[in-house]
Structure formats: structure tokens, C-alpha cells
């Protein structure tokens, strides 16, 4: 079984990008922005990026429309209109790369999901994606920008602390008098989701 890890692009070079790959030892790249162009990292264009890193015998492929964080179906929008994640993570187009990539992992390779943003904290391929993958038991391994990696487990610690600080300071009659099933975690990813959510009525805000 291979390792899943995600990326973030950001300002990289090309060359201390790939470093951060060979690290790694990944053999494959899936690019999950929504649109694979950066007007501030041109080296990081589909077309420039996949070139480049045939050089380095590591494949590239998109999977945008599988994983991107722009979908134009509108049923996977909330009423307060920002892209709902946990619904695109069960629609069928989502499911199918899924399964290509757990395939892929089943063979042995190490595979990287690819975005812009360097902290994955801010980003939908580890909000949206890899939590995914998360929940079926696959963990992913972030890679930092200075080549430290951070598990989802840390991420997940990350994200209830921002939002929960206090979830264990409840007291006993605190307890008893809530729901006792309470997922601070989901909630949490909710809320990041809300966050970062790519939104209808202002394009500029979405997370590419």
C-alpha cells in the first residue's frame, strides 16, 4: 500500500518543489485545483508543470473535476451558498476518483494531491479531500512548505482547538444536561468548510 500525501504549490521554484517530492518518493501528482493555472506561478500551468515533471519521472495528472473546489453543479451548494464539501464527497463524480486513487495506493504508489495554498489548514484538498480519505482509513500526510509533514491527526487537533478550545473543560453536569454523541469534529470541519468554501455570489473569495 502507497502513501497518500497533499501539497500545497504556493511560490515554490520548480526545482524546490520537485525536492520536496523526491523526499517523499512520489511517483504521481493529482492536481485538484479547479483551474490549473496561477497567474502569480506560472511554472505551476498544467501544461508547464506536467512537462516538467515527466522530467523527474513523476506523472502528472488533473483531477479537477473530480476534486476541484469550484463545481458547477449547484445542487453541491448550501442555501447560504458556498459549497457544501461533505456533499460533493458523496456525489458520484467525487466517488470515482476516490476509488482511482485508493486504487492507485493499492499498487504501491505514493501519490500527491496537489493545490495552491501552502497550509493545508486553508486549503480544500485537506478540508474536503483527504478528509475523505481520512474517514475510510487512509491517512493523509500533508507536506509543509519547509518539508516537515503533518499527519490529518494533527490537522484534525489544529481545527479543534481553533474551534473548540474548551471541549474539555466541560464539566460533568455540563455533560449530562448535552447530546451526548456530540462530534466536535465534524463540526469542526463544518465550520472550517463554511470558511474556505468556494461561494457562488463572490468569486473572489473561493479557494482555487
Known sequence: MGNLFTVGHSQHSMEYFVK????YNIGYVLDVRSVPYSKYAEQFNREVLEKKLFCFGIKYSFMGSYFGARSEDANLYC?????????????SQFLKGFNNVVLGLKKGNNIALMCTEKDPFDCHRAIMVARAFDLS??????????GRVQSQSMLNERLLNKYYPDRNQMTFFDYINSENDIDYLSMAYQLRNKEIGYHLENKEYAFA
Do not use: N, Q
Open 79 to 91: 442555501d447560504e451558498g458556498y459549497l457544501d464539501f461533505e456533499r460533493v464527497r458523496k456525489s
Open 20 to 23: 520536496l517530492l523526491k523526499i
Open 137 to 146: 482509513g487512509i491517512e493523509a500526510k500533508h507536506i509543509l512548505a519547509d
